[in-house]
């Protein structure tokens, strides 16, 4: 389950590559308020056939300005009322039935987080991006990453108009390395999916 559209594009893309072979479905929504709003619901209807199909559930929401520690304790909280259990809160030999995760701040930071798949999108993007003080750290990009990948791609002769959040992410994710992102929660990600699958074999 997914804050937005664009995101949706681009975990269409990067989930086959993590964890090979296994079946998913996607589920976006237009906004991350959108998403808290519904949740509560589409969980609960998700528990009553979960014991039969053996499926689990990941949520997706990116950070933004908030705090990260309150953003999480929201999402446990709406976890736990729909009478299922988050994968982080379980331990020794069960599973959880859902995973969270945040995106720090936003989707961008994991394109950030891969130069080299940007680049192959966008050739004239410079090589030493990565290299560049302000992102060298792509979960610490200040004033948002949308922003700052919209104002690199501008800068060198893309989306001129505005960043089209879906078509970067169309364009990008496909390059991407998963094994090599340099974004903490992208790596975070990543290795949630393989533990929610292996506890499951």
Same mark, same amino acid.
Request: net charge neutral; glycine share 6%; proline share 5%.
């Given at each position: 389950?997914? $804050?937005?559209?664009?995101?949706?594009?681009?975990?269409?893309?990067?989930?086959?590559? !993590?964890? /090979?072979?296994?079946?998913?479905?996607?589920?976006?929504?237009?906004?991350?308020?959108?998403?808290? +709003?519904?949740?509560?619901?589409?969980? +609960?209807?998700?528990?009553?056939?979960? /014991?039969?199909?053996?499926?689990?559930?990941?949520?997706?929401? @990116?950070?933004? =300005?908030? #705090?990260?520690?309150?953003?999480?304790?929201?999402?446990? @909280? !709406?976890?736990?009322?729909?009478?299922?259990?988050? *994968?982080? *809160?379980?331990?020794? +030999?069960?599973?959880? @039935?859902?995973?969270?995760?945040?995106?720090?701040?936003?989707?961008?930071?994991?394109?950030?987080?891969?130069? /080299? =798949?940007?680049?192959?999108? &966008?050739?004239?993007?410079?090589?030493? %991006?990565?290299?560049?003080?302000? &992102?060298? #750290?792509? @979960?610490?990009?200040?004033?948002?990453?949308?922003? *700052?990948?919209?104002?690199? %791609?501008?800068?060198?002769?893309?989306?001129?108009?505005?960043?089209?959040?879906?078509?970067?992410? =169309?364009?990008? =994710? /496909?390059?991407?390395?998963? $094994?090599?992102?340099?974004?903490?929660?992208?790596?975070?990600?990543?290795?949630?999916?393989?533990? %929610?699958?292996?506890?499951?074999?």
């Amino acid at each position: 389950m997914l $804050e937005e559209p664009s995101a949706e594009v681009a975990v269409r893309v990067l989930v086959p590559k !993590i964890i /090979p072979g296994v079946d998913f479905t996607t589920v976006a929504f237009t906004s991350k308020n959108e998403l808290l +709003r519904k949740l509560p619901g589409r969980l +609960r209807g998700c528990a009553v056939g979960m /014991p039969f199909t053996g499926s689990k559930i990941v949520v997706l929401v @990116d950070r933004d =300005a908030e #705090d990260c520690v309150r953003l999480k304790k929201t999402l446990d @909280d !709406i976890v736990v009322a729909s009478g299922l259990r988050t *994968a982080s *809160a379980v331990r020794c +030999r069960e599973s959880g @039935d859902v995973l969270l995760r945040i995106v720090v701040e936003e989707l961008e930071a994991w394109f950030f987080g891969d130069v /080299p =798949a940007i680049r192959k999108a &966008y050739p004239r993007v410079p090589a030493n %991006l990565g290299d560049q003080v302000k &992102y060298r #750290d792509p @979960d610490a990009i200040s004033g948002g990453t949308w922003e *700052a990948l919209e104002t690199v %791609l501008q800068r060198h002769g893309y989306h001129r108009e505005r960043l089209r959040k879906l078509t970067a992410a =169309a364009e990008i =994710a /496909p390059h991407m390395d998963v $094994e090599n992102n340099r974004s903490q929660s992208f790596q975070v990600f990543r290795d949630g999916l393989r533990r %929610l699958v292996s506890e499951e074999k």
